[in-house]
């Protein structure tokens, strides 16, 4: 262990803006600015990024180990939910995060990710497979493997240079002797709404433990104030902006009036789209492939104040695999005009990681992505 490293606050925000202790910055720079890293995981991606590091750890509850690294130029795999134990993380969204390793390359990753699996007692949702020897099976031949390309997934809007990468990822695996096969996952559409419900959600009971009294941050009170104070006090001083306004947000469709109208439907939402991923594997789809990304990394403060749900569009392409409880892989593949790096998407079936890493792997080798942030810190 060299050290920790910085994130966004109880991982909430896609780009390291609402960390308690400043922003993280992305080592790659193309002009003045200083650019996100991604989130929540940013400080991870910028420290391997930027060969601090071998490898970190990062945790995914809808995209923050795929975004950071893709924003990066870095490999970061999300495993099956249950695949790595959740003991030990500052719960978000229960039913969505998932830990796992952000590294170089994607042997780094097979290593790092079979260390990093296994059942836990301690986590009730931690599943007792057998980790295969992930790095084993990077052999590279995805020879009759069959790729779905997501209609949905080209959204309106988006940049001509990531659609055009998508192209070139579906043409060098084909290559590699894959067939190319699109398909439809209609609900996709559907899985953002779905997620800022969910998330909040469960982030507001979650975090319904920060009150001041066990552990933790306290206010300091008033002459005459009482637990209620304390409470409120507490809380307004203890989280940031963003973590309140996901709170709340949770708090409201938990509430009694609210509840059916969002919570739960919201879950049924998540149910279809985890039924799309099944309907398309039982149709004999080995991994998907799909941008990782709506766009390369953007300027430190160019987006955080304008529009929470700007921000939150940066998920579009990630938060539909947290749903699913699916295995995700973002790999780098190229550059964008002004030099910036951009990553592919890989998801694959459940629990068969070392299957998506070989596909990754494959992909990896074809786009030979090898460019590294100039030093100029």
């Given at each position: 262990m060299l050290g920790k490293l910085n994130m966004d606050e109880f991982a909430m925000g896609s780009s390291n803006e609402t960390s308690t202790y400043g922003n993280a910055v992305n080592p790659w720079k193309v002009d003045?600015?200083?650019?996100?890293?991604?989130?929540?995981?940013?400080?991870?991606?910028?420290?391997?990024a930027a060969d601090l590091c071998l490898a970190a750890t990062g945790t995914d509850t809808g995209g923050s180990i795929r975004q950071p690294a893709a924003f990066t130029g870095i490999t970061g795999i999300k495993p099956t939910y249950g695949r790595c134990s959740r003991w030990g993380i500052v719960a978000f969204a229960s039913s969505l995060?998932?830990?796992?390793?952000?590294t170089r390359d994607v042997r780094d990753a097979a290593i790092m990710l079979q260390a990093m699996c296994g059942h836990d007692p301690k986590d009730s949702t931690s599943a007792d497979l057998p980790v295969p020897d992930f790095e084993a099976m990077l052999t590279g031949d995805i020879?009759?493997?069959?790729?779905?390309?997501?209609?949905?997934?080209h959204m309106e809007g988006m940049p001509e240079e990531i659609e055009r990468l998508w192209s070139q990822g579906a043409e060098m695996l084909r290559d590699a002797g894959a067939e190319?096969?699109?398909?439809?996952?209609?609900?996709?559409?559907?899985?953002?709404?779905?997620?800022y419900v969910i998330a909040p959600a469960e982030a507001s009971s979650n975090l319904a433990r920060y009150d001041g009294v066990r552990y933790g941050r306290r206010a300091t009170l008033a002459q005459g104030d009482g637990i209620t104070e304390m409470y409120e006090k507490t809380r307004a001083e203890g989280f940031g902006h963003?973590?309140?306004?996901?709170?709340m947000v949770g708090t409201y469709v938990l509430s009694a009036g609210f509840y059916d109208a969002y919570y739960n439907r919201a879950r049924k939402v998540r149910t279809l789209i985890k039924r799309d991923f099944e309907a398309a594997f039982e149709a004999g789809v080995d991994a998907i492939l799909t941008p990782a990304t709506p766009s390369s990394a953007f300027g430190l403060g160019e987006m955080a104040e304008a529009?929470?749900?700007?921000?939150?569009?940066?998920?579009?392409?990630t938060v539909t695999v947290n749903l699913a409880g699916l295995p995700g892989i973002a790999v780098p593949a190229g550059l964008d005009k002004q030099g910036l790096p951009l990553g592919l998407q890989l998801i694959g079936r459940p629990w068969e990681e070392g299957d998506l890493l070989n596909t990754a792997y494959a992909l990896e080798r074809a786009a030979g992505f090898v460019s590294k942030p100039a030093k100029w810190w």
């Open positions: 003045d600015r200083q650019l996100t890293p991604g989130g929540s995981s940013g400080g991870s991606a910028a420290a391997v995060d998932q830990a796992g390793p952000m020879k009759g493997k069959v790729i779905g390309i997501p209609k949905e997934y190319i096969r699109d398909i439809t996952l209609p609900h996709t559409k559907y899985a953002l709404p779905a997620y963003e973590v309140q306004r996901r709170v529009d929470p749900v700007q921000m939150y569009l940066n998920d579009v392409f």
